[in-house]
T-cell receptor, first 116, second 109 residues
Framework: SAVISQKPSRDICQRGTSLTIQCQVD?????MFWYRQQPGQSLTLIAT?????????ESGFVIDKFPISRPNLTFSTLTVSNMSPEDSSIYLCSVAGWLAGTDTQYFGPGTRLTVL | QKEVEQNSGPLSVPEGAIASLNCTYSDRGSQSFFWYRQYSGKSPELIMSIYSNGDKEDGRFTAQLNKASQYVSLLIRDSQPSDSATYLCAVNSDYKLSFGAGTTVTVRA
């Protein structure tokens, strides 16, 4: 199966700053997704990262706050902009589409973000 | 995102017993269903996928799907302390996953 890595694994940031999270896959995948998991909560989809086009955002998430890049089939970044303590969460990327089951998603290890 | 509801936990079962987890979903057009296991501080790990009505078995895990009732379940047989985790039900609609809140399972030795 593909190996998915995320950088950084964790960070502590100050209010008002931005953090860019990287997601790297060791093989080409069709689809990449970004999720947020707030403390004690389940996963919420932020956006679908499309290669060669704009990301598709879910209701409640906007590009100005969470800009996403997808320059190729193995890499994506999520930026959390102008952070506030409410952005403290685990951010997870997932991938699908390199196996026959294109709708099966596999998750990276996550980035634990704390905003002070 | 579509609604996915799981039976509230936490669920405590003795070692060797069967743990039963339930999930209902709102989108009747959903075609694929998944169970993920998440250990504390870790990311979700896929343990089962199911696409057709009926049962699907994989080792000690059995997933059951009833599309007419919009219901999917997971049975863990011969529960082990290593099964203690949060189990997340996920439903795929248009290549997007909607997750339930999760059920935390504790297996008592």
């Amino acid at each position: 199966s593909a190996v998915i890595s995320q950088k950084p694994s964790r960070d502590i940031c100050q209010r008002g700053t931005s953090l860019t999270i990287q997601c790297q896959v060791d093989s080409q995948v069709t689809m990449m997704f970004w999720y947020r998991q707030q403390p004690g909560q389940s996963l919420t989809l932020i956006a679908t990262a499309n290669q060669g086009s704009e990301a598709t955002y879910e209701s409640g998430f906007v590009i100005d706050k969470f800009p996403i890049s997808r320059p190729n089939l193995t890499f994506s970044t999520l930026t959390v902009s102008n952070m506030s303590p409410e952005d403290s969460s685990i951010y997870l990327c997932s991938v699908a589409g390199w196996l026959a089951g294109t709708d099966t998603q596999y998750f990276g290890p996550g980035t634990r973000l704390t905003v002070l | 995102q579509k609604e996915v509801e799981q039976n509230s936990g936490p669920l405590s079962v003795p070692e060797g017993a069967i743990a039963s987890l339930n999930c209902t979903y709102s989108d009747r057009g959903s075609q694929s269903f998944f169970w993920y296991r998440q250990y504390s501080g870790k990311s979700p790990e896929l343990i089962m996928s199911i696409y057709s009505n009926g049962d699907k078995e994989d080792g000690r895990f059995t997933a059951q799907l009833n599309k007419a009732s919009q219901y999917v379940s997971l049975l863990i047989r011969d529960s082990q302390p290593s099964d203690s985790a949060t189990y997340l039900c996920a439903v795929n609609s248009d290549y997007k996953l909607s997750f339930g809140a999760g059920t935390t399972v504790t297996v008592r030795a």
